[in-house]
């Protein structure tokens, strides 16, 4: 079938003439944390934020991935890691583009993201943890699956029946319960700008 396949990139647009074009540098900034640890509150503050900089961006999570593109996936280890490395080589492209591309997806466990570093790219991706504690996720439970988790409802999921393993070197750490929304959203803009606005 791979025979088959004919790329067509070397008759595109290069991706310094679409990062010119756009006047800024795509990256990958991939959150990862507990369900409920505001991953996508915060990606949706620095998504305005730098809107209003000037800087396009686009978010990708569990909510809109799921419900789209990884429909067929469950909650398998096996279907956890072919969500994660549909999403990397999706974003990949996003980034090629010139965007800024915001993931937020609990990918609980090192090499799940490490799969989608290497898939994106070393030097594109810059991974976020949000380490606000189990017991303030469960408390804000806005979708009631950490209760149901308890029950034994919901099968496989993390920090309750599955494990979540922090990253060891993130490029930034926030635990908001601890810290405002404001101030998340302007760390994570910070290191973006450092990023994004220096031209191609």
Known sequence: MS????PIHSQTLTRAEREKLLGQR???????????????T????????????????????????????????????????ENIRRIAEVGKLFVE????????????????????????????????YVSTPLAECERRDVKGLYARARKGEVKDFTGISSPFEPPENPALSLDTSRLRLEESVAKVVEMVMARARTRP
């Open 42 to 81: 915060i990606a949706i503050g620095v998504e305005r934020e730098l809107a209003s900089r000037g800087i396009l961006s686009y978010i990708l999570d569990g909510d809109n991935i799921r419900s789209g593109i990884n429909s067929n996936l469950g909650f398998s280890v096996a279907d956890r890691t």
């Open 26 to 40: 795509g990256v990958m900034i991939w959150m990862t944390g507990l369900s409920g640890s505001g991953k996508s």
């Open 3 to 6: 025979s088959n396949i004919y």
């Open 97 to 128: 583009t010139g965007l800024v591309t915001l993931a937020c997806f609990v990918s609980p466990t090192r090499e799940i993201r490490a799969m989608a570093r290497s898939i994106v790219g070393e030097a594109d991706f810059l991974e976020v």
